[in-house]
């Protein structure tokens, strides 16, 4: 089978919640010889987008969520291991939670692991993150980013209540607001007071490295 092939048979495999399939897949590829990070970045993490806007659709609900998880996490624990050290330390720190309301981390779970894989340092807030939280992690440690997700459309407003909070403490001063989930779009993220929105772990790992990385180098 051809590596694209096996990217998508892994896609597949989670978004349609078949752990077995998607562990058989991902040995395929190891097999293969794809590249750990290419097999989380073009098949994992794929297959959990598209579940992911099926739920912020309406189209499937909690425990298809949960089963697709369960899939995507078995694949992950083959990889995650095979993963090598980033190759420098970008000296940028990122916060990172999913908003109060919000118990649904999987895709936070999968930027965290792009952004360490990267060379950042990541504060991992966990999900259901209260505004206090947010804020007194931005005092402790004083990042460069603050990361905020969301699977869910009713936590949208939470997460405008959020930006809103930390920007009325003035603690936004040179910090970057980066927002994501399936219910969000560009507008939204406008809308929200976000200053970028990452459609996918793989585009706020980029904005991310953009910004502070290569503006940093001159590039």
Request: hydrophobic share 45%; aromatic share 4%.
């Amino acid at each position: 089978m051809k590596h694209n092939e096996l990217l998508e048979t892994i896609t597949c495999g989670v978004a349609d919640m078949q752990r077995d399939a998607v562990i058989a897949a991902v040995e395929a590829a190891l097999t293969a010889q794809l590249a750990p990070l290419e097999i989380i970045r073009q098949g994992l993490a794929p297959g959990m987008q598209r579940i992911g806007k099926r739920f912020a659709e309406g189209d499937c609900f909690v425990p298809e969520v949960l089963m697709a998880s369960k899939a995507l996490y078995a694949g992950m624990d083959l990889v995650t291991p095979l993963l090598p050290p980033a190759d420098e330390d970008t000296g940028v720190c990122v916060v990172l939670g999913v908003v109060a309301g919000d118990v649904h981390d999987i895709g936070k779970n999968i930027v965290k692991l792009m952004l360490s894989t990267s060379g950042f340092t990541v504060v991992d807030l966990g999900k259901n993150v209260k505004d206090t939280q947010f804020i007194e992690a931005i005092k402790t440690h004083k990042p460069h980013a603050l990361a905020i997700s969301t699977l869910m459309s009713p936590t949208i407003q939470t997460m405008k209540r959020t930006i809103h909070s930390v920007r009325e403490t003035g603690l936004d001063e040179g910090l970057t607001i980066i927002v994501g989930g399936a219910p969000l779009n560009e507008d939204l993220a406008q809308e929200i007071g976000a200053d970028l929105y990452g459609e996918d772990a793989e585009a706020a790992v980029h904005l991310l490295t953009e910004k502070f990385v290569l503006a940093k180098s001159g590039l």
